[in-house]
């Protein structure tokens, strides 16, 4: 039985391009439909705009500019021993419309110089292919994932980064936290047409809505199919994965239909997609939805056998809180962005109103793992927490290496159980803008980045109280945790 991490457990941290990159309209980027996204917050959620307004703040046109600040903060990385860097590349950067006939140079060239950078320092890219942006001109002309052209242009940009950093790259993901557009809506994860001034993520769908964002969804299965394979074909060493968002939705009461509910919210939410990347097809209670809901799905014979065929190698997924879910409509919602259900009394809320729950995340490795056996990762989880700088230029975060001490100490649980856990790369390891809210002022990060959300700030870097923590859990391979 083994008892502590592996020997080559895969420390690191995460980013995305479109919350930490910027230079938006740079090296000849075109916009994302990210861009199109103004800023929000814990009240006020974020909108889109269809034209870009000259008194609007749209965070990811500046992100924590890591366009001109890379090698530095790559060098901060490895100062805590990363063995890995998952970080995203920007689809509009290489094909600025995504449906052009070449690549952009200057953007290729630009990853690669980010690649070759972190080999410098023994760090392994683990790069997402696609993360919650797509080139606004797809979303505009198109309608994004909804249309079944999207296939092709994602497969056409995947292939140009398989050859392009054969050498460079072992790790992918197709597509990050895929099941969001069955949970929230179409606009973030699917780039589906919206209406101006409305918001990108939306709980409450109608069975046309569910209709549309499925349809999508399905394409987007399709597309990290074919990427899989070609993926496979260009160099067979890569190592390809599906990335969910990690749900553990516990029921409030021991009432039959609470059991029943949870059950039914971890299904739609966790295996839904999970079953499609991992074994190949739909699970079984997918047809009972789609007849509940009236969802009839464009899926053609070619279809289900790609998605046999292209099935991932190893499952990574995010986890930053629980949820608890009940049928009792009297209990109210617990109130937090990209929550769900109501206020779980066993748990403590972040300000956010995100659940702190690190043995939720010891529960979902044993009943992902039980369910697929194949390599895991968890490649997102952190607190966002509101940092001071104190008057000496320290910034003292106890509040998020307590929180992520529980955590690694259930992974270490985990792996006890027999979970076959390969890598760790906590959420936002250098500051970034948040996804939900648009926020800089919602910190995740080791590192301080001098930047708020009135936009004000050098863009400098400050090694936190947590970066120095983090460093001697890695150099110790899990074993010291002690702050």
Known sequence: MTTTFP???????????????????????GPSDSDMLLSGTYDKPRVFTKELKDDGYYPSHLGSDFYHHYKEDIKLLAGMGYKTYRMSIAWSRVFPN????????????????????????GIEPLVTISHYEMPYHLTDKYNGWGNRLAIDFYVKYAKTLFTE????????????????????GGYMSLGMKVKDGS???????????????????????????????????INPDNKIGCMIAGNVNYPLTSNPDDILKAQQTNEMMNYYCGDVQVRGA???????????????????????????EGVVDYYTFSYYSSNAVTTDESKGEAGGNFTMGVK?????YSEWGWAMD??????????????????????????????VVESDGSINDDYRIEYLQGHIEQMKEAIKDGVDLVGYTPWGCIDLVSA???????????????????????????????????????????ADLDN
């Open 344 to 348: 779980n009394p066993y748990l403590k």
């Open 358 to 387: 690190p043995k939720g995340l010891r529960w979902y490795l044993n009943d992902v793992y039980g369910r697929y056996q194949i390599p895991i990762m968890v490649v997102e989880n952190g607190l966002g927490a509101r940092d």
């Open 436 to 478: 939900g809210t648009g926020q800089m002022e919602k910190r995740y990060g080791f590192v301080y980045v001098n930047r708020d959300d009135n936009q004000v700030g050098d863009f400098s870097r400050t090694p936190k109280k947590s970066y120095y923590w983090y460093k001697k859990v890695i150099a110790s391979n899990g």
């Open 199 to 233: 918001a990108p993520f939306n709980p409450k769908q109608t069975d046309e809505d569910i209709q549309n964002n499925l349809q999508g969804l399905h394409h987007q299965f399709v597309a990290s199919a074919l990427a899989v394979k070609v993926g496979h074909e």
């Open 7 to 29: 020997k080559n457990f895969l420390w690191g941290g995460a980013t995305a391009a479109n919350q930490y990159e910027g230079a938006w309209n740079e090296g000849g980027k």
């Open 98 to 121: 995504g449906d052009d006939a070449t690549p952009n140079q200057e953007g290729l060239d630009f990853y690669r110089s980010v690649f070759e950078e972190c080999h410098k320092y």
């Open 282 to 308: 739909y699970p079984h209670f997918a047809q009972r939805f789609w007849d509940e809901h009236n969802v009839k799905l464009n899926i053609t014979a070619e279809d289900e056998a790609v998605l046999k």
């Open 165 to 184: 950093y054969k050498d460079l790259v072992h790790y992918w993901l197709t597509f990050n936290e895929i099941n969001i557009g069955m949970m929230f």
